[in-house]
C-alpha cells in the first residue's frame, strides 16, 4: 500500500467513524488510485460477510456436554495462561513492585526523621534541657549550684544593659504592641493593685 | 547602642514575663522549672546580643517565644505526670501491665508534640532573621549549649567540694 493516510481513513470510513469532509476527500482518492480502491473493496468483502454469520446446526447432544468440555478445557489452559501472563508482566511487575517498596522505604525514613529522637540533635534547645536534666537528675544540691551559676550569668547580662535603660524601655511603644491580653490584664491589675496602696 | 535599646527592651519583657509566669494559677513553681525559665532568659538575653536582633525584631520574637515557651512548659508538665504515672504502673513486685500501652502511647505523643512545638518557633526565628543573622543563630545555638554544659561542669565541681569539706 501506497497510501498509509488513505488506508486509516478507508478503515474508519467503513467503521462510520470518518467526518463527511474527509469522506468526500477519500471518495476522490479512491477514483483516482487503484491500489486504494482494490484495498477499500476487500475490506467491505471482509465487513459484508462478518456480518452475516453463518448459523451452524448441531445437535442437541452437542450442547449437552458443552460445559463439561468448557470447564475441562478452560482447567487445562489456566497454567499455561498464567504463566504467559506472568511472562509477559514479569520484569514490569518486578521494576514496578521495586520503585513501590523504594518508595515505602524513603517515606518510612523521612517519617522517622520527623519525630527523630531529641538527643541526637545538637541545635536542639529541648535536646539540651534533656541532657542537663539527666545529667543532673535527682542531685538537689547540683541543681541548687548550677541554678545559683544561671543566675550569676543572668545578673552580668543585667548589668551589661543598666539599670536605666532596664526601666526606660516601659516609655516605648513596642512593648505594650507586643504584649498579650493576658499579659496586658496582668499589668494592669498590678497597677491598680499599686495605686490602691 | 540599638543592641543595648533591644536588651532593655527584651529585659523589660523578660521582667514581665516573669511576673505572668508566676501567676500561674495555684501552682508553686519547683525547681526543674524555675531553673529553665532562668535558661531561657539568659538564652534570650545572650540572643539578643549575640544576633544584634533590632527592636521590631525582637518585638515580634520575644512574644512567639514566651507564647512557645508557656505551651512547652504545659507540655512538660504533663509528660512529667505520665512519667510518673508510669514509674507507678512499675513499681512493687508484679507489674501492672493494664495500662501500659495508653501511658507509653502518652509519653510519645507529648514528646513529640514538644518536638514540634520547638520546631515551630524555629520555623517562626527563620522567618524573621536575616541570612547573617541566621548563621549567627546556628553558632550561638552550639555555643550556648556548651557553655550550659561548661556550668554544670563547674556547678558539679563546686558541689563534690563542698559536700567532702
Same mark, same amino acid.
Not at chain 1, 452437542?62 to 495462561?81: I, M, N, T, V
Not at chain 2, 515580634?60 to 515557651?69: F, G, L
Not at chain 2, 495508653?102 to 518557633?121: C, D, G, H, N, T
Not at chain 2, 550550659?148 to 565541681?157: I, N, Q, S, T, Y
Given at each position: 500500500?501506497?497510501?498509509?493516510?488513505?488506508?486509516?481513513?478507508?478503515?474508519?470510513?467503513?467503521?462510520?467513524?470518518?467526518?463527511?469532509?474527509?469522506?468526500?476527500?477519500?471518495?476522490?482518492?479512491?477514483?483516482?488510485?487503484?491500489?486504494?480502491?482494490?484495498?477499500?473493496?476487500?475490506?467491505?468483502?471482509?465487513?459484508?460477510?462478518?456480518?452475516?454469520?453463518?448459523?451452524?446446526?448441531?445437535?442437541?447432544?452437542?450442547?449437552?456436554?458443552?460445559?463439561?468440555?468448557?470447564?475441562?478445557?478452560?482447567?487445562?489452559?489456566?497454567?499455561?495462561?498464567?504463566?504467559?501472563?506472568?511472562?509477559?508482566?514479569?520484569?514490569?511487575?518486578?521494576?514496578?513492585?521495586?520503585?513501590?517498596?523504594?518508595?515505602?522505604?524513603?517515606?518510612?525514613?523521612?517519617?522517622?526523621?520527623?519525630?527523630?529522637?531529641?538527643?541526637?540533635?545538637?541545635?536542639?534547645?529541648?535536646?539540651?534541657?534533656?541532657?542537663?536534666?539527666?545529667?543532673?537528675?535527682?542531685?538537689?544540691?547540683?541543681?541548687?549550684?548550677?541554678?545559683?551559676?544561671?543566675?550569676?550569668?543572668?545578673?552580668?547580662?543585667?548589668?551589661?544593659?543598666?539599670?536605666?535603660?532596664?526601666?526606660?524601655?516601659?516609655?516605648?511603644?513596642?512593648?505594650?504592641?507586643?504584649?498579650?491580653?493576658?499579659?496586658?490584664?496582668?499589668?494592669?491589675?498590678?497597677?491598680?493593685?499599686?495605686?490602691?496602696? | 547602642?540599638?543592641?543595648?535599646?533591644?536588651?532593655?527592651?527584651?529585659?523589660?519583657?523578660?521582667?514581665?514575663?516573669?511576673?505572668?509566669?508566676?501567676?500561674?494559677?495555684?501552682?508553686?513553681?519547683?525547681?526543674?522549672?524555675?531553673?529553665?525559665?532562668?535558661?531561657?532568659?539568659?538564652?534570650?538575653?545572650?540572643?539578643?546580643?549575640?544576633?544584634?536582633?533590632?527592636?521590631?525584631?525582637?518585638?515580634?520574637?520575644?512574644?512567639?517565644?514566651?507564647?512557645?515557651? !508557656?505551651?512547652?512548659? +504545659? $507540655?512538660?508538665?504533663? *509528660?512529667?505526670?505520665?512519667?510518673? /504515672?508510669?514509674? #507507678?504502673? &512499675?513499681?512493687?513486685?508484679?507489674?501492672?501491665?493494664?495500662?501500659?500501652?495508653?501511658?507509653? !502511647?502518652?509519653?510519645? +505523643? $507529648?514528646?513529640?508534640? *514538644?518536638?514540634?512545638?520547638?520546631? /515551630?518557633?524555629? #520555623?517562626? &526565628?527563620?522567618?524573621?532573621?536575616?541570612?547573617?543573622?541566621?548563621?549567627?543563630?546556628?553558632?550561638?545555638?552550639?555555643?550556648?549549649?556548651?557553655?550550659?554544659?561548661?556550668?554544670?561542669?563547674?556547678?558539679?565541681?563546686?558541689?563534690?567540694?563542698?559536700?567532702?569539706?
Amino acid at each position: 500500500m501506497k497510501c498509509p493516510k488513505y488506508e486509516r481513513w478507508i478503515s474508519d470510513a467503513l467503521d462510520g467513524s470518518v467526518s463527511e469532509k474527509r469522506r468526500k476527500i477519500l471518495e476522490g482518492h479512491l477514483a483516482q488510485c487503484p491500489d486504494c480502491r482494490a484495498y477499500h473493496d476487500r475490506l467491505s468483502r471482509i465487513q459484508v460477510e462478518a456480518s452475516r454469520p453463518e448459523e451452524i446446526k448441531l445437535s442437541s447432544h452437542y450442547w449437552e456436554g458443552f460445559s463439561a468440555r468448557l470447564d475441562q478445557k478452560l482447567r487445562s489452559l489456566k497454567p499455561e495462561a498464567e504463566q504467559g501472563i506472568l511472562r509477559r508482566l514479569g520484569w514490569r511487575w518486578a521494576w514496578s513492585g521495586a520503585a513501590v517498596l523504594l518508595a515505602a522505604a524513603l517515606g518510612l525514613i523521612f517519617l522517622r526523621n520527623q519525630g527523630r529522637p531529641l538527643e541526637n540533635d545538637v541545635f536542639s534547645f529541648e535536646a539540651c534541657l534533656d541532657r542537663l536534666g539527666q545529667e543532673i537528675g535527682e542531685d538537689v544540691k547540683l541543681e541548687d549550684k548550677f541554678t545559683s551559676l544561671i543566675i550569676s550569668s543572668l545578673g552580668e547580662e543585667f548589668d551589661f544593659a543598666g539599670l536605666e535603660e532596664r526601666w526606660a524601655i516601659f516609655a516605648g511603644p513596642f512593648i505594650w504592641e507586643s504584649l498579650s491580653d493576658e499579659e496586658l490584664e496582668f499589668v494592669e491589675q498590678e497597677t491598680t493593685k499599686e495605686i490602691k496602696s | 547602642m540599638r543592641t543595648k535599646r533591644c536588651v532593655g527592651f527584651l529585659m523589660g519583657f523578660v521582667f514581665l514575663g516573669s511576673l505572668v509566669f508566676a501567676q500561674m494559677p495555684g501552682e508553686r513553681m519547683i525547681g526543674r522549672e524555675r531553673l529553665r525559665e532562668n535558661i531561657n532568659r539568659l538564652r534570650l538575653l545572650r540572643m539578643t546580643e549575640v544576633l544584634a536582633l533590632t527592636e521590631e525584631q525582637t518585638a515580634k520574637i520575644y512574644p512567639a517565644y514566651y507564647r512557645v515557651e !508557656k505551651e512547652k512548659m +504545659e $507540655l512538660m508538665k504533663r *509528660l512529667n505526670s505520665e512519667i510518673r /504515672e508510669v514509674k #507507678d504502673l &512499675l513499681a512493687g513486685p508484679e507489674v501492672k501491665k493494664e495500662g501500659i500501652g495508653p501511658k507509653i !502511647k502518652a509519653v510519645k +505523643e $507529648l514528646r513529640r508534640s *514538644l518536638v514540634e512545638k520547638e520546631q /515551630e518557633f524555629e #520555623d517562626f &526565628l527563620e522567618q524573621n532573621l536575616s541570612d547573617v543573622q541566621k548563621a549567627k543563630y546556628l553558632v550561638f545555638s552550639v555555643e550556648f549549649y556548651r557553655s550550659l554544659g561548661d556550668k554544670l561542669k563547674r556547678a558539679r565541681v563546686v558541689s563534690r567540694e563542698r559536700g567532702g569539706a
